[in-house]
């Protein structure tokens, strides 16, 4: 039953997420989009083809498919435009030709033409987002509604808060230790409550975070690392000239934040299990709490571990194979740059993981155990009280 003092705690952690997020992004002056007065982009449906030509080129074959399209978005909307959809030999392998009903984005660099530029896919994982809250909820009632709550201050707090502090040249070191600590705690008393089983999973969880952002500040200047390891790097090297972003920052905080679940996996379920552990066997001491907490850590480090490093593998699985296909040599694979940082991810990772482990398992302990003390010196007043009792009536 909910009682009245987990409403107002509750409560409380709601309005402080909503006042962090929107203070912080006030703060950070965010500029998420920037306009290319060069060129418009806007969404529309294909209503009919109007023609198909092919062209023989030297190098292959290209196709232009010339078709009409309704706008529905931006100062066009409603209005019926012509365009264009180049295919080649290499680009038909990527995209299909348009069909009447598809829903697409066009690009405009005058008036009179439009291009195509790609299929609108969001509208098919608004529907499957849908889908997986709806089961959330249906399966996980009230913890599914949490899961969603502070999944989406999460999001929010990278997004509104996080991203801008980069684009608006704030200190991105201060930011994501910001960011992940306001995470870590907003999902653990979110999920879990105000009580002193959540003060042990964040703490726990805090200083696994902080020896990895250490790791990484330490591997960051012994490594030499420039963080230009892909395309994208370079680009953000222009996007400020006078405060170009520090890519080695950027580089850091994607460890951190790629850690942070892991890390607060493994300290909420060590906790959890303890304070279960502690209710069913309510005279374990310290010493026993502890090791147990190892036990239990040790099973969930092995399979957490295991997910870290093949979430990142199978996050830049394409570059990866680009690089043993170019490269041609392991040496210069291995010690590229983009390589490099992927081990790092998951090897800082999984360090913080072994950080978490003990110290959680150990604040669960100490914050358990007096309360086997209390338990066992009420218990023992209260027998003192009953033997006092019976001693008057016998006599």
Known sequence: MITWKTLVSYLVVIAFSILFLYFGNQIVSPVLIYEDDSSRSVEARVERIISISETDLDWG???????????????????AVIARQTLDDFMGALNREVSEGDRVILVSFSPDEWY???????????????????????????????????????????????????????????????????????????????????????????GGVIAAALLTLIMNHT??????????????LYFNFENPIDLRAVIFAGIIIGAVGAVMDVAVSISSALWELK???????????????????KDVMASMTNTLVLAYIGSSLSVIL????????????????????????????????????????????????????????????????RETAADGDAQ
């Open 61 to 79: 074959t290209t196709t232009i498919i010339k078709f009409e399209a309704l706008v529905t978005s931006g100062e066009y909307r409603n209005e």
């Open 116 to 206: 195509f530029f790609n299929f609108i896919r969001i509208h098919q994982i608004i529907i499957l987002g849908g889908i997986f809250v709806a089961l959330l909820l249906v399966l996980g009632k009230i913890k599914g509604l949490n899961a969603m709550l502070s999944l989406g201050f999460t999001c929010a707090a990278i997004f509104a808060v996080f991203i801008p502090s980069i684009l608006s040249g704030k200190n991105i070191y201060l930011s994501a230790v910001i960011v992940c600590a306001y995470s870590i705690i907003v999902t653990i008393l979110i999920i879990n409550g105000v009580n002193k089983k959540s003060l042990a999973a964040i703490t726990g969880c805090l």
């Open 223 to 236: 490594l030499e690392l420039t963080g230009v390891v892909s395309s994208e790097s370079i680009r953000l």
């Open 279 to 297: 209710s069913q066997a309510p005279n374990l001491p310290l010493k026993k709490i502890y090791q147990s907490g190892i036990k239990i850590g």
């Open 322 to 385: 680009l690089l043993v296909v170019d490269v041609g040599s392991l040496a210069v694979l291995f010690n590229s740059e983009f390589v490099i940082v992927e081990f790092l991810q998951a090897i800082i990772g999984s360090l913080g993981i072994l950080a978490t482990m003990p110290l959680t398992a150990f604040i669960c302990a100490v914050l358990l155990s007096p309360k086997q003390k209390d338990t066992h010196s009420s218990d023992h007043i209260r027998k003192k009280l």
